[in-house]
């Protein structure tokens, strides 16, 4: 259900009619790499998963408010079980600012949730090309290869997962039975 009417006019307004064009992402660099960082000391879970909820909270910074909102319209649609229309605003989002990374992986997620999986990939490796370590797209580029059948792939993910943060429940998809990692 669509509960303003911001929502509409991010969904109807043409791209251009939005004026210049979506400023550089933010500088978050060095509070990325400060994240990173702890997550691969983190001494347990729990602060992991803590280092885990910043890092998301960088990758949500959209460039502007108007990426922002146009962000916040398509996860929020995603969240009402509106695919069609969350995947319109994250389009609207990917034009508006495709040098956002964000961007890229929320439409993805929505594909994915979508069943449309070859759909995905393109914006996962747009994602990962603009941010490697983006914990997010590798988890999802991950379950998209395992979707796919492609259970090599998806493991290669996985690892690159696992690398960056030690704790990361997607370990559970590089257990070989009767070994420990």
């Not at 070859?118 to 580029?141: C, I, N, Q, T, V």
Request: glycine content about 8%; proline content about 7%; overall charge neutral.
């Amino acid at each position: 259900m669509i509960k303003h009417l911001s929502v509409v006019a991010i969904l109807l307004s043409p791209v251009a009619a939005w004026g210049d064009e979506c400023p550089a992402n933010k500088a978050v660099g060095p509070a990325l790499d400060r994240l990173h960082t702890q997550l691969l000391t983190a001494p347990s879970p729990a602060v992991a998963q803590a280092v885990s909820a910043a890092l998301w909270d960088q990758w949500l910074q959209a460039p502007d408010k108007l990426a922002q909102d146009m962000l916040n319209t398509g996860m929020g649609l995603r969240l009402d079980n509106d695919l069609a229309g969350a995947e319109r605003a994250l389009t609207r989002l990917v034009d508006y600012c495709p040098n956002y990374a964000e961007g890229h992986n929320q439409r993805a997620f929505v594909r994915y949730l979508s069943g449309n999986f070859a759909g995905a990939l393109p914006d996962l490796a747009r994602a990962l090309d603009l941010r490697p370590r983006h914990l997010g797209a590798l988890s999802g580029k991950g379950l998209t290869h395992m979707a796919l059948g492609q259970m090599d792939l998806a493991r290669a993910e996985f690892a690159k997962v696992v690398a960056l943060n030690p704790w990361s429940p997607e370990r559970r998809h590089l257990q070989i039975p009767g070994e420990d990692l």
